[in-house]
């Protein structure tokens, strides 16, 4: 989980660094298309599953909501600092839980929402309406988080009709076709080095989304959630060291009160899916690592 933090502390700064001379749309089209090369040991079992119109659509979907997400971030990081981005992207499992409720029509216990509210209340704390000035940074931040939530719900469809592998191969066909107009729309002929970076920031998603795996195979999620909150210390130093970037206390605090709330909710639902891998006869390890894998 340390290494998975690390990688993807690597692709914001990367992404930063690279800045606003390649528009968004466009790098986040090259980075996954540089990323298609990943994509190769995993064609035989897409093909194999023999996927439905149904599946093939939702798919779509999760496709084009990640797209507008990753849209959104590229932009979120030309605009606002390191650790108010990472800060802010906690926000996701929150909105995931608080979607599953609204839409999926999965039970909100009081304390969940507690814990909801609390996290509501530190993306407050980070943004400090009134306080200081809202920057479209923050904005597209948010609704960065509301896309990747929505996106996730749709592979919790998805997640028991097939197995991972074919989720993660969809989503790396899926989401360039659905960049790939918006990236041609403002199109600018990226530098060599440009490209470089860009696939440097490939390489360290895949690794991180691949060591954040391994660490969900090898420890309760309760166990593995909480390391997350290095991330940020990582992103407030590279923000530091590499792009200038003043410590905010009041971003460190805001993000402390998500990820707290972020662990109570990861630890409610592992409870809730070990019960039920009881009730149907099934070990609850086997549950949740297929869970996190997915």
């Not at 992207?89 to 216990?109: C, D, H, K």
């Not at 707290?260 to 009881?278: G, K, L, N, P």
Request: proline share 5%.
């Amino acid at each position: 989980m340390i290494l998975s933090g690390l990688n993807f502390v690597a692709v914001t700064a990367l992404v930063k660094h690279v800045g606003s001379s390649v528009p968004a749309a466009e790098s986040a089209f090259i980075r996954y298309l540089l990323g298609l090369v990943f994509l190769l040991p995993m064609i035989r079992p897409i093909l194999a599953a023999r996927l439905t119109r149904r599946q093939v659509a939702m798919f779509a979907l999760r496709g084009a909501l990640q797209a507008a997400g990753v849209i959104l971030w590229f932009y979120s990081m030309t605009q606002i600092t390191i650790a108010e981005v990472t800060a802010l992207n906690y926000m996701n499992p929150v909105f995931v839980t608080l979607g599953a409720a609204l839409i999926l029509g999965e039970a909100l216990p009081p304390r969940r929402l507690v814990a909801v509210l609390i996290a509501l209340a530190g993306a407050m704390v980070i943004l400090r309406p009134g306080i200081r000035e809202i920057e479209t940074g923050h904005l597209t931040m948010i609704l960065t988080a509301l896309m990747f939530a929505a996106a996730y719900m749709v592979v919790k469809v998805l997640s028991g009709e097939v197995g991972a592998v074919v989720i993660v191969g969809m989503l790396s066909i899926m989401t360039p076709i659905f960049l790939a107009p918006f990236a041609f729309a403002v199109w600018v002929t990226p530098s060599l080095a440009e490209v470089g970076w860009l696939f440097l920031v490939a390489c360290f998603a895949t690794a991180g989304h691949y060591a954040m795996t391994r660490a969900f195979a090898a420890a309760p999620l309760t166990v593995t959630q909480p390391a997350t909150f290095l991330q940020l210390i990582w992103a407030v130093a590279v923000g530091m060291v590499f792009f200038g970037e003043p410590i905010d206390g009041m971003v460190v605090l805001g993000a402390a009160l998500i990820l707290a709330a972020v662990t109570y909710i990861t630890w409610r639902e592992s409870r809730a899916r070990r019960r039920a891998a009881a009730e149907a006869g099934r070990p609850a390890v086997a549950a949740a690592v297929d869970s996190a894998a997915r």
